[in-house]
């Protein structure tokens, strides 16, 4: 009698992963074509900072091919999130409460929109920035070519490194919901805050001021404006319980 409840529970978590992954699969073959110029788009930042008649390269065989497939599943991993993130939350809003699923709903949609907006900040206004820096400074009689394998896992860490950090608002809000942490306390740790930003910020991006000081602010402001949100919602939850305790 307890295995069928498993069972089905398994069957329903296949149906879902095999959704989600179909939908990668038929975005990644309808941008399969267009894979060389995608791979141009992202590397668009760094080869309008290169010098007149610079070049990217690919130190292995394989590479002029795999690279761009890389690039094309992470693009089509992104266009068909919105599919993969309805097939989790089909399969784990039925266990939830009504007001976990008030509180889940928007801060996964939040997460999703931060994230895409840090890697937005990151390609938009970082790289261009940052590469013409690393350009200016090279030395002369050096050429700037970058192996088109290292710059993707450059980019992609960028990324991560981007889009994680303007999760900030949404770990802060998580984290006061569930007591761990009150606003008072954040407040109080502001200046460890400040700190632990540039400490980030030195160690998941180039050794350079610039690019350092590009992730620490937005992190840090990101901070605030979480600790901004928790406190209207901590406000909105102490007027909603006097109101109920009220004769």
Known sequence: ?????????????????????????LVFFGLFHWSSDI???LAKPLLDALPQGGSMIATEVTSTFFVPMKVTMLVAFLVSLPNTLYQVWAFVAPGLYSHEKKLVAPLVVASLLLFLLGMSFAYF?????????????????????????????????MFLAFGTTFEVPVIV????????????KLREA????????????AIVTPPDVLSQTMLAVPLWLLFEVGVLAATLMERKARAREQA???P
């Open 125 to 157: 206004l970082v790289f261009p920035v940052v590469f013409h820096f690393m350009s200016a400074v090279t030395p002369a009689g050096v050429s700037m070519m970058t192996d088109i394998d290292k710059y993707l896992s450059f980019v992609l860490g």
């Open 39 to 41: 791979y141009h788009l």
């Open 173 to 184: 809000i998580l984290l006061t919901r569930m007591g761990v942490v009150t606003v008072a």
């Open 244 to 246: 109920e305790s009220a």
């Open 190 to 201: 502001r200046p460890y805050m400040i700190v632990g930003a540039f400490v980030v910020a």
């Open 1 to 25: 009698m307890n295995e069928q409840p498993l069972l089905a529970h398994l069957i329903e978590l296949r149906t879902r992963l095999v959704r989600a992954l179909l939908g990668i699969a």
